[in-house]
């Protein structure tokens, strides 16, 4: 049973970068699958933030590609997330996901809150 | 960009009944790209369903899914107390390559 976990700061400053990483068990990255975070906002719906291979290759949400850069460490069986310049709007529950060879997400995290405020 | 919409924003059922959720797309989705998740208050979300009408392991079959080009549904059989939670869909597709339908809210009547 693969299992991930998030963990990073829960609080950050507006204008500051979020950082979160998903350390990986149970299953080596380097064996392939894409890697994927998603966010929640509080009361609201899911949203994809971007998706990682274990060579490197990266898709983003058109959304928040200026700001976004996912990478993978595969000696530490890990792939983190940066989102950099936060505001208010960033604030959500962060999600590490598993992204099956049929693109859907089928194992996940517990997710982390992340709250953006001074 | 796909968008999914899905209906209705609140189901309100009693256990026992037969639950219906439809997903609609703006375009035409493939169905092996068509998956149902289900998320209680705290919880991350679980696959239910994908490929449209494929149970994930463990799922019991009082859920099904089907449809096809921009009609999806999942129904759930005969609802019992811990079906009752937020239902997404999700699309793989054209760029933003993963997006999601806004949410049904399953709760007791």
């Known amino acids: 049973q693969v299992q991930l976990q998030e963990s990073g700061p829960g609080l950050v400053k507006p204008s500051e970068t979020l950082s979160l990483t998903c350390a990986v068990s149970d299953y080596s990255i380097s064996s392939g699958y894409f890697w994927g975070w998603i966010r929640q906002p509080p009361e609201k719906g899911l949203e994809w933030i971007g998706s990682?291979?274990?060579?490197?290759?990266?898709y983003y949400n058109p959304s928040l590609k200026s700001r976004v850069t996912i990478s993978v460490d595969t000696s530490k069986n890990h792939f983190s997330l940066k989102l950099s310049s936060v505001t208010a709007a960033d604030t959500a529950v962060y999600y590490c996901?598993?992204?099956?060879?049929?693109?859907?997400?089928?194992?996940w995290g517990q997710g982390t809150l992340v709250t953006v405020s001074s | 960009e796909i968008v999914l919409t899905q209906s209705p924003g609140t189901l309100s059922l009693s256990p026992g009944e037969r639950a219906t959720l439809s997903c609609r797309a703006s375009?035409?989705?493939?169905?092996?790209?068509l998956a149902w998740y289900q998320q209680k208050p705290g919880q991350a979300p679980r696959l239910l369903i994908y490929g449209a009408s494929s149970r994930a392991t463990g799922i019991p079959d009082r859920f099904s899914g089907s449809g096809s080009g921009t009609d999806f549904t999942l129904t759930i059989s005969r609802l019992v107390p811990e079906d009752f939670a937020v239902y997404y869909c999700q699309q793989y597709g054209s760029s933003p390559f993963y997006s999601f339908g806004q949410g049904t809210k399953l709760e007791i009547k």
């Open positions: 990682i291979y274990h060579s490197g290759s990266t």
């Open positions: 996901a598993r992204i099956n060879v049929a693109d859907f997400f089928d194992y």
């Open positions: 375009q035409s989705v493939s169905s092996s790209s």
